[in-house]
């Protein structure tokens, strides 16, 4: 949807920012996606994420991986019920391209429900496998080579791989500590003719802050203004804490350039069943799908009517998981202060960032391998989520999960408080 502007140029903060993440024409698009994430070694080889570093360190230390984003608890019953059901009925071939009726039907419900948005089950609704392939396709659909797309940074990992597969040029707006919003002149700077995507994330990984309505009406009259599509990954709509998700499509404007992703793996604690689904006018419906039906076709069959049942549980069933995970974070919270950290109290998701600047501890890095080795607890560097060029900036923050069990949590938080800085 964006044209190129011959008028922006290299003093533009946003067009720096966007160049030094630019990738080489001569690679290849493997080489790029692992650069574009940070994982391409000066050999030429991909390296492990650190997320697969960690967990493996984790393993080998038997600690308490309070790391990587996925609970370790099952999902509600009558959801995996629903499953072995499907599976039993002979629910096991290729479902239909768009997702099976009844799981649209149901995310077309639950969006009237929970935001009061419409959304036609049949054109305005796309199943995916998982809200990665929700973002890929998305993505993949509307970057072309050379293409700006907005990140708030940190971000969740997958994006700026995402967008150095599909040649496009990251444009990170910072969201600093304490309370990591984008600051709005920032934004309006970095938006311009040359960017295709907006992509942003609410309640944000790997933060837990909820962009606030401004934000969220800024960006929509942002991608009018400079005819860009908005990508919003919706997936923790569910994990809020102190008031309800506002949904991109809930603002003025949004309906026709905004495409919503959410997922199954956090709302009902299914992260390995890969079920996500975006709701979007039609013609962008139509444009990711005409990418996601080659990359997995479909996806899911089995757990696809198990999510329709998901969807439609009672109100209680949503806000007694944000309530336990409300008291996980306050504990986990109440442990890092103890030992003085400072912690930011995140509005929704399941993680928490802790800074440990305040007890002179300045590398996360190097943190993060100390509380493994000292109280045997797995955090993950927020310089992760950043572009090399600004991991600085967010040096001594480290992020952590709450979406573990209670007694987790609560042998993590007593190992954390035991940590001598
Ligand atoms: C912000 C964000 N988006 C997307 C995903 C992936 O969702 P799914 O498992 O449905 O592909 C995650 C998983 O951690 C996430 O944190």
Redesign the pocket.
């Known amino acids: 949807m964006s044209l190129p502007d011959a008028s922006s140029t290299a003093s533009d903060p946003a067009s720096i920012a966007a160049s030094s993440s630019a990738s080489s024409s001569a690679e290849l698009p493997w080489q790029r996606t692992a650069r574009a994430a940070g994982l391409l070694g000066a050999d030429g080889v991909a390296r492990p994420t650190i997320f697969a570093e960690m967990s493996a360190l984790a393993a080998e230390r038997d600690a308490l991986n309070l790391g990587q ?1 996925f609970p370790d608890e099952d999902g509600p019953a009558e959801v995996l019920e629903a499953a072995r059901q499907a599976i039993s009925d002979g629910v096991n071939q290729y479902p239909p391209g768009r997702g099976i009726p009844v799981l649209r039907q149901a995310i077309s419900d639950h969006q009237k429900r929970f935001r009061g948005l419409d959304w036609d089950a049949d054109r305005e609704v796309l199943v995916t496998a ?4 929700a ?1 890929s396709a998305s993505l993949l659909a509307f970057v072309d080579r050379g293409d700006d797309v907005v990140v708030i940074e940190p971000f ?1 990992d ?1 994006y700026a791989a995402l967008v150095g597969l599909a040649g496009g040029r990251l444009v990170p707006v910072p969201a600093r500590a304490p309370d990591f919003l984008p600051d709005p002149d920032e934004l309006r700077a970095a938006v311009t003719d040359r960017t295709a995507v907006i992509l942003i ?1 609410t309640p944000h ?1 790997p933060t837990g802050t909820i962009l606030p309505d401004a934000t969220l009406q800024l960006i929509v009259e942002l991608a009018e203004k400079h005819d860009a599509v908005i990508v919003s ?1 919706e ?2 709509e569910h994990l809020v804490f102190e008031r309800r998700h506002r949904s991109i499509g809930e603002f003025p404007g949004a309906r026709g350039r905004a495409i919503t ?1 959410s ?4 709302t009902f604690s299914v ?1 390995g069943w ?3 689904w975006i709701t979007a006018a039609p013609e962008l419906v139509d444009a990711v799908l005409a990418v996601k039906q080659f990359l997995t076709y479909v996806g899911g069959a089995p757990f696809q009517p198990a999510v329709a049942v998901g969807l439609g549980l009672p109100e209680a069933y949503f806000r007694g998981e944000a309530e336990k995970l409300r008291a996980r974070r306050d504990e986990l919270t109440a442990a890092l202060e103890s030992v003085g950290f400072s912690v930011n109290r995140p509005g929704g998701s399941y993680f928490l960032v802790a800074d440990g600047a305040p007890i002179g501890l300045h590398d996360g890095v190097v943190t993060a391998r100390r509380l493994v080795d000292e109280v045997g607890v797995v955090g993950i560097p927020i310089s992760a989520f950043t572009v090399p060029e600004h991991r600085a900036d967010f040096a001594s923050l480290l992020r952590f999960t709450f979406a573990k069990s209670a007694a987790t949590v609560s042998a993590a938080s007593r190992q954390l408080e035991s940590f001598r800085p």
């Open positions: 984003g998982g809200a990665t392939e973002l969740y997958s994330n990984n990954d997936v923790y992703v997922s199954a793996a956090k992260t890969k079920i996500g």
